[in-house]
């Protein structure tokens, strides 16, 4: 069974200042790794997503994510963070690459993301 | 831009009530979910549907729960008899077919709340 932690409940940045957002995932077989974003009232968002390939992947609205499989990682990070940038930021994990089982996702906790002035 | 809708978009209803909660997924999505989350709890997978059945559902998914495609457009998870544990967002999702990199497109979820 695959589980994710995120590691930090909430995370306070000032506005211009780096967002990391920290994901560690377990699995037993190589996973699809995903970044979702919710903003107040709002449904969850698709941020990226890593499948196969580069390992590095870019994101919509600035952020990015780097897979690293000796380490288990998931980290989401942002240069520059932006006062819109502030919501909750949720870690996923798929080990079904197909089918019907692909949208079982296991998700984290949940990273409560402030940003001030 | 396509989207999810839900309805409602808060419920209160007391316990032992049925509950029904309805999805409307983007109009060329195949495979349809329902997820939930109890609030201060991780967001949890609930079941998945495709081609008019159940293709997977967790151990939260038990008898008192149903879901169903009754047309071609909505998609509804019943809940028979509520429990106050019952209390969370429930979170519909659908995906397209034939691609298994595709991403989900959730709604904006149904809150409900058991007295």
Redesign the interface.
Known sequence: AQSVTQLGSHVSVSEGALVLLRCNYSSSVPP?L?W?VQYP??????LL?Y?TGATLVKGINGFEAEFKKSETSFHLTKPSAHMSDAAEY?C?VATD??????????????TILTVHP | EPE?TQTPSHQVTQMGQEVILRCVPISNHL?F?W?RQILG?????LV?F?NNEI??KSEIFDDQFSVERPDGSNFTLKIRSTKLEDSAMY?C?S?QAGV??????????SRLTVL
């Open positions: 699809y995903f979702y009232n709002q449904g969850l968002q698709l997503k499948t949720f996923a690459a197909g089918g019907t089982s692909y949208g079982k996702l296991t998700f984290g906790q949940g | 999810v495979y979910y997820y709890q991780k967001v949890e997978f998945s495709y293709s997977e979170f999702a995906r298994s990199t595709g991403e989900l497109f959730f709604g904006e979820g």
